[in-house]
């Protein structure tokens, strides 16, 4: 937690970002039942009880990813960060996270701290880890063994780092979109929206 | 203790009663043999003496200690009598607590009982009580469960109903974006039927732009015409004010000499007076005939000078008034240069609006041009692109020819009629603008659309993910255990066939390869132990049989001196012991099913049996025995190998 008594910075507001990323996607995988129930454990955070995973292979690769997308925060460089879930049987992607970062790229220029509130970017986290929370109820249910593949859209010239390597956007032919709460430090804006698959009856 | 004094009381009571009972069948016993006089008999009498006076000794020591034994015996018991006495009070004081407490706890027993009696009575009634509430609450559950059936059904209805409105709620959706599609599809075609129409009127417009150039370039001629008339009133109001100056320098010449004249006059009219008055004081002084042709000489001077001065002022009110005409000549013509000055400077204003205005235009035109290239590439239609590039062209040199004659007039210089016309194009230009916005909105709500799904532009932005993510580890696993489960497929297959060709060698398991696990359980372990075990039993019971067969078989030939071979199902072959030659067998056949069963035997034709032929008449046809046949046969052949 960034204790900038005084407003958010630039590092802040990524530190933020990454830290609700991190979360976020640990609810998404509890709440999909990507991996079983059991291997999570209760965490409270932001005002509310969180799911974490125990599982260390997940939490390896989840703190790979997040350390690297604090950096690219940090630089300005990301658009998308993207959680894709597939059917391991038919290879098909069922659902699709996605939260789109605009940054406000003034705030590399001044290092002046901006003006909001910690509690207030909390609020605004928590309800959309609510929404995310509530979003169960009309999803479709994802019957078969899935797995989950985390994407990230930067910018063109951006050097690729170590294990880092190009994919295509996997998106969803025919599929629903569901618009859900944005939230924003005043440097980062993360919008979060889902995508599932239409179920043909 | 006191029992154990009591004890050792009695014991050495006993014991003295003993001691005491003894010498006396001592003393009886010692008396009547003092008659024998042997030595030895003496000697053992005397020491049978000293050792009684001894023993004697002994005792009366012993009834010494004894008696102080018993005194302190008799301390002792005293002592333990008066502790007992104690022990006794104390024990009869406990009694009567005891007996107290007795009673005490008799009442309370009495009145626990009663109590418990109250307390059954009570638990009774609250066990009919608990009965009841069971019954009621047995209702209850019932009724609950009736309830939670009904609720039950409730949220399947509910379910159901929910189920009915995703469904309704995805048709209304598709339905929508079918709607969606179609309106753009019609918003599209409709777009397209604009820019032809507009097209149409572009062309329209160009047109009646040739045609009111066209009037213009007509008018043109009388321009010019008006253009030389203004030009040489110019050069005519220039030399106007050049004469105007001329006419000034003229006036003040004038002026200086009318001032002059003036002064002269006046000096001649002082002058004269002067005179006069010189003349006049001394003509007064001689006579006044003079004065008369001197004053009319004067009159006729003032007269002349009047009629000078009157004439000079006429003159110079006449050059006054020329002047002040030519000086509001001046003003009107001045006024007209400065209205032509500004009237070239709007001109010049609105020519250079006019070219801004033109280059946005060709602007526009030119960014108007790419969308309409653009959305002829989307369309790409055959048929309408030569049309369409064909009208692009004319329209094209339309507009050429009508900015060449714009800049011919900004040569010439211009008018104000013109700027109407392009502000009317303006205003429909700036309608196709906000048109051409809408279309961009609707691009934009297009490309958002995209975006959410995920699209992207891949100019300026690129996807990442890391190698190692959790979908390719799972697809590696499920490709491993794949391949792992064909490998263990294609082993158990292996195995089954190796098992069915015969000789199941579990040795064999471990060279088809060490993935295939197959673990020899317990059951089969035992049941191929149960198999060897059979089989040695089976192996067994054979070469018992077989001993015993043959065993039975050699008593059978011994004994009844035929050896029975079967040949074939239902034929025997009997030969003899005292064969003579080892082919002299007999067969018999049996008919009629089993041999156990007691079917006939029948005897066949053989060589042997035909050289019997006496005794198979005797004992086959007439007796019908076989075993009297077989022994004749035996005793012939015996009797005939004993004598041959």
Same mark, same amino acid.
């Given at each position: ?64 990813? #997040?350390?690297? /997308? ?5 630089? =300005?460089?990301?658009?998308? *960060? &993207?959680?894709?879930?597939?059917? +391991? %049987? ?45 979003? #169960?109820?009309? /999803? ?5 063994? =899935?797995?989950?593949?985390? *994407? &990230?859209?930067?910018?063109?010239? +951006? %050097? ?42 | ?644």
């Amino acid at each position: 937690m960034t204790s900038t008594l005084k407003g958010i910075t630039l590092k802040g507001s990524a530190e933020l970002v990454a830290e609700f990323f991190s979360f976020g996607i640990n609810s998404i995988l509890y709440q999909r039942g990507i991996y079983p129930p059991e291997t999570f454990s209760r965490v409270t955070q932001y005002d509310m009880s969180l799911q974490l995973t125990t599982d260390t292979k997940l939490k390896n690769y989840l703190a790979n990813v #997040v350390s690297q /997308l604090k950096e690219w925060l940090f630089d =300005c460089t990301v658009q998308k *960060l &993207v959680l894709v879930i597939t059917c +391991l %049987e038919t290879n098909e992607v069922l659902e699709r996270w996605q939260f789109d970062i605009a940054c406000d790229k003034t705030a590399k220029e001044s290092s002046a701290p901006r003006d909001k509130s910690i509690k207030s970017i909390q609020e605004e986290i928590r309800s959309v880890i609510r929404q995310i929370t509530a979003s #169960v109820t009309f /999803l479709p249910l994802l019957e078969t063994a =899935c797995s989950f593949d985390l *994407l &990230v859209y930067t910018d063109k010239d +951006l %050097e690729v780092p170590d294990k880092w390597e190009e994919s295509g956007p996997q998106i969803i032919d025919q599929s629903e979109v569901v618009r859900l709460r944005s939230f924003t430090t005043s440097i980062h804006k993360v919008n979060s929206m889902v995508a599932y698959k239409r179920s043909d009856f | 203790m006191d029992i154990d004094d009591d004890t050792t009381v009695f014991a050495t009571l006993k014991s003295f009663k003993n001691f005491i009972s003894l010498p006396d069948a001592s003393l009886n016993q010692g008396e009547p043999a003092p008659a024998q006089s042997n030595p030895l008999q003496r000697q053992y009498r005397q020491r049978i003496e000293l050792l009684e006076a001894a023993e004697k000794v002994q005792s009366k020591t012993q009834q010494i200690h004894e008696d102080q034994e018993k005194r302190q015996m008799a301390m002792s018991h005293k002592r333990a009598r008066i502790e007992l006495e104690k022990v006794a009070s104390l024990s009869a004081r406990d009694l009567e607590r005891e007996v107290d407490r007795n009673q005490e706890l008799l009442g309370r027993i009495r009145r626990l009982e009663e109590r418990e009696v109250e307390s059954s009575k009570s638990l009774s009634e609250q066990v009919e009580a608990n009965r009841a509430l069971r019954r009621t609450q047995e209702t209850l559950n019932l009724r609950i469960m009736e309830r939670d059936a009904k609720l039950n059904a409730s949220y399947q209805t509910v379910s159901i109903l929910k189920d009915e409105i995703r469904e309704l709620k995805q048709q209304i959706q598709s339905k929508q974006n079918i709607i969606a599609n179609q309106t753009l599809a019609t918003q599209g075609l409709q777009e397209q039927m604009e820019l032809q129409q507009r097209k149409l009127a572009l062309q329209e417009q160009d047109v009646v732009i040739v045609k009111n150039i066209k009037s213009e370039v007509a008018k043109v001629p009388e321009m010019e015409k008006a253009l030389r008339q203004l030009r040489e009133e110019n050069i005519y109001l220039r030399e106007t004010r050049e004469n105007v100056t001329l006419l000034k320098e003229e006036t003040e010449g004038l002026r200086r000499k009318v001032e002059r004249m003036e002064k002269l006059k006046e000096e001649m009219v002082t002058m004269e007076l002067e005179k006069e008055v010189c003349v006049c004081v001394p003509v007064c002084a001689c006579g006044g005939g003079a004065n008369k042709t001197e004053s009319r000489l004067i009159q006729q001077r003032e007269i002349a000078l009047k009629q000078q001065n009157y004439t000079l002022t006429s003159g110079c009110r006449s050059v006054e008034r020329s002047k002040a005409d030519l000086q509001g000549e001046l003003l009107v013509q001045r006024s007209k240069a400065l209205e032509e000055q500004k009237k070239r400077e709007t001109q010049e204003s609105l020519v250079r609006r006019l070219q801004k205005r033109v280059l946005l235009l060709t602007k526009e035109r030119d960014g108007m041009r790419s969308i309409l290239e653009s959305y002829d590439s989307e369309l790409s239609t055959n048929d309408y692109t030569p049309q369409l590039t064909r009208r692009l062209r004319e329209a094209e040199d339309v507009l050429s020819k009508t900015q060449n004659h714009n800049a011919e007039m900004e040569v010439r210089g211009d008018t104000v009629c013109r700027s109407a016309v392009d502000k009317d194009r303006i205003e429909e230009l700036e309608a196709e603008r906000q048109r051409l916005e809408e279309q961009n909105n609707v691009l934009e709500l297009r490309l958002e659309r995209h975006d959410l799904e995920g699209d992207y532009d891949p100019v300026k932005t690129k996807v990442l993910h890391l190698g190692q993510n959790p979908t390719s580890m799972a697809k590696k696993q499920r490709l491993e255990e794949v391949e792992a489960l064909r490998e263990e497929v294609q082993c158990l297959r292996e195995h089954l066939r190796s098992l069915q060709t015969g000789g199941a060698v579990p040795a064999a398991v471990g060279d088809l390869g060490v993935t295939v696990n197959l673990p020899p359980s317990q059951e089969i372990l035992d049941l191929r132990k149960q198999i060897e075990s059979a089989e040695l039993k089976n192996q067994r019971l054979k070469e018992v049989f077989q001993k015993k067969i043959q065993e039975f078989r050699t008593v059978c030939y011994v004994l009844t001196g035929y050896q029975i071979d079967i040949t074939t199902q239902n034929q025997y072959r009997l030969t003899s012991l005292y064969a003579e030659h080892m082919d002299d067998s007999l067969l018999f056949k049996a008919s009629g099913g089993a041999v156990g069963s007691g079917g006939n035997m029948q005897l066949m034709e053989t060589d042997f049996s035909r050289t019997l032929g006496e005794m198979v008449d005797l004992h086959l046809h007439h007796q019908k025995s076989i075993p009297a046949f077989l022994s004749a046969v035996t005793l012939d052949l015996f009797s005939r190998q004993t004598t041959m």
